[in-house]
């Protein structure tokens, strides 16, 4: 299946990530979700961006606080809630939020 | 004379949940007691930023733009404009590998003269063995 995944918080969700499988896996960090991609706690990236998976961080939550596109890990593409739109309807069949 | 002293700590990330927010504005407004105080009497807040809770001192919030909210960068300035004690834990800071350069230190463009503080988490200790009432959020 392609699955995609919102992912929206930093401290819980990551013990599922790592069981998910599926044929195509897109995850989209979301609210605060985004440290994942921004944060890099004791020196290292977040254990979540070392799953096989596209990984999609969304620039609004990102910018509200106080992170740009250039402090992300380059795993991680930016994309606006319309680019999250198009990801909803054109790239996974089954879409869910952790 | 009699001071109470309030600790304000603040371990939650922004936005997602309220509680962040809810500290700023508690100990903001706790400025505002003094009209019901007697003569001599007061409160001292301190806002203590610890865990993931100094993610909310990164600069550069950009809330009102997405969410159409005030951000947590405004309610901390706001905090140093009323000359409110803000502390940031170092080891915190560290941990996650950010800079005085990248945190919200002070509120110079609103006229606040008062500056946030990276100290060790035991100076943050001292400010809570300190206080009369902690207020975890």
Redesign the interface.
Known sequence: MKLGVFM????SGSDVIERLQAEKLGIILV??GV?HAA?????GASSVLSKQATFYVLV??L??????AANIDSRVKVVNYGDVVDLIFNDYEKIIWI | MAIKKYAFVVKSLPYKIESSRLAMTHAISSQTVEIYLEDGENVEPVICFIGDGVLNCVKGHQAMKHYGVTSLEQHIKNALLLDLKVLICKEDVDKFGLSEASLIMDAEDIGGETKAQVVPYSEIQQALDSADHLLFN
């Open positions: 929206s918080d930093y401290r609210g605060n440290y944060a890099k706690e004791n020196g609004e939550d910018e509200s606080r106080g992170f740009t």
